[in-house]
Each structure stands twice: as structure tokens, then as C-alpha cells.
T-cell receptor
Framework: QQQVKQSPQSLIVQKGGISIINCAYE??????FPWYQQFPGKGPALLIA?????SEKKEGRFTISFNKSAKQFSLHIMDSQPGDSATYFC?????????????FGKGTSLLVTP | DTAVSQTPKYLVTQMGNDKSIKCEQN?????MYWYKQDSKKFLKIMFS???????INETVPNRFSPKSPDKAHLNLHINSLELGDSAVYFC?????????????FGPGTRLTVT
């Protein structure tokens, strides 16, 4: 599987602050860029996703920024809340002739302090 | 009305035993997956089935054998369990396997091999 590099590994943000998580990929065999959110003891769930024909997508407090030339996409969480404390994964599925399993980054553990 | 369900939620067993994990989805999806999450939370695809046909088979020991009796079910059988098999196993489903479809995850099965 092609690799994606996610950073930082962990992040502590105060309530009301901005959380930023980055994901870099090594080749162009991706055409869909999702972020998944996982709470302890639960399965991952899709948070927000972007296609490469747009540079930014916003859903509520969550924004994806996509930089095709730099091969990077970022998740911004505005006005971070304690309920956002979770592990976040970028997970672009590589194009292939068969199935498209999600290709997960190593995850970012976010803690939002009160 | 759980979308993707797995049984059991916890599985504790000894080395050398054979065990199965069952997965069912009631979303009407045509593609199902098995992912493994290790102790460092790294998620990796194991298998994917589309319309009961195996379409992704990552480098997984042949002690792991998936079986899809119908589109709504994907079971995972593991022979001769080893300590390194201890992990959380997630089942997921999606409508379509072309990568740009949201994947819905089950709650996971925590397997502990002693």
C-alpha cells in the first residue's frame, strides 16, 4: 500500500483553540481524501472528505485544506471542544483495478482540555 | 438498528486455538472489509469482498480465512492463533468499492491471545 505520513502523533489543545492535523502522501494515485474520527472503544467514522478538484471544504467547525502541488491535506478543527478528543486518521484509498481499501495514516491523538 | 455489527466484542483465547469473528451489515452495501488495528492504533486492511467475491487480500498469513456467505455477512476465521494476532479487528462496509464511498465501521472485536 502507498504510504501516507500523518503529523503530529499527538496534540493537546485548549478549549476554543484551533487543532491542525496534517497528512502528506507520496504519489498521485489518490483521488479522494477523507478524515476519519475514532473515539475510544469505537470504530472509525467518516468526519469529512475532499476530492482533489477543490482546495478547501468546510463542514461546521471542521475544514479540510488540500494542496495538490505539495501533496498534502490538512484537517482544521476550529473552536475545539473537549468532545472532539479522539484519534484522527487521514485515510486516502489508493486507486487500483480492484477494491479501494482505506489507507490509514498512523493517527493523531487529540486531547482538548477544558 | 445497528448498521454494522460484530460478534463477539471481546475474545480471549489461548495460543493454538481456532476462533471466528462474525460481521453483519444491514445497510444494503455490496462491499465489506476486515481491518486490523494494533496496539499502536495503526489500522491496516486485511480483506475486502464485493458481492461475495474476494477483491483485496493483503499480505495476511493464510491462517486467516474470510468467508462471505452473502452480501450482508463477512466472517473471519483464524486458525492456530498466535500472540501477535492480539489486536482489535474491525469489519466495515460500503456501497461500491471504487474508493470514494464512505466506509461504515463496526464496533470492533478485541482479540487477546494468551
Amino acid at each position: 500500500q502507498q504510504q501516507v505520513k500523518q503529523s503530529p502523533q499527538s496534540l493537546i489543545v485548549q478549549k476554543g483553540g484551533i487543532s491542525i492535523i496534517n497528512c502528506a502522501y507520496e504519489n498521485t494515485a489518490f483521488d479522494y481524501f477523507p478524515w476519519y474520527q475514532q473515539f475510544p472503544g469505537k470504530g472509525p467514522a467518516l468526519l469529512i472528505a475532499i476530492r482533489p478538484d477543490v482546495s478547501e471544504k468546510k463542514e461546521g467547525r471542521f475544514t479540510i485544506s488540500f494542496n495538490k502541488s505539495a501533496k498534502q491535506f490538512s484537517l482544521h478543527i476550529m473552536d475545539s471542544q473537549p468532545g472532539d478528543s479522539a484519534t484522527y486518521f487521514c485515510a486516502p484509498p489508493p486507486r487500483s483495478n480492484s477494491g479501494y481499501a482505506l489507507n490509514f495514516g498512523k493517527g493523531t491523538s487529540l486531547l482538548v482540555t477544558p | 438498528d445497528t448498521a454494522v455489527s460484530q460478534t463477539p466484542k471481546y475474545l480471549v483465547t489461548q495460543m493454538g486455538n481456532d476462533k471466528s469473528i462474525k460481521c453483519e451489515q444491514n445497510l444494503g452495501h455490496d462491499t465489506m472489509y476486515w481491518y486490523k488495528q494494533d496496539s499502536k492504533k495503526f489500522l491496516k486492511i486485511m480483506f475486502s469482498y464485493n458481492n461475495k467475491e474476494l477483491i483485496i487480500n493483503e499480505t495476511v498469513p493464510n491462517r486467516f480465512s474470510p468467508k462471505s456467505p452473502d452480501k450482508a455477512h463477512l466472517n473471519l476465521h483464524i486458525n492456530s492463533l498466535e500472540l501477535g494476532d492480539s489486536a482489535v479487528y474491525f469489519c466495515a462496509s460500503s456501497q461500491g468499492h471504487t474508493g470514494t464511498y464512505e466506509q461504515y465501521f463496526g464496533p470492533g472485536t478485541r482479540l487477546t491471545v494468551t
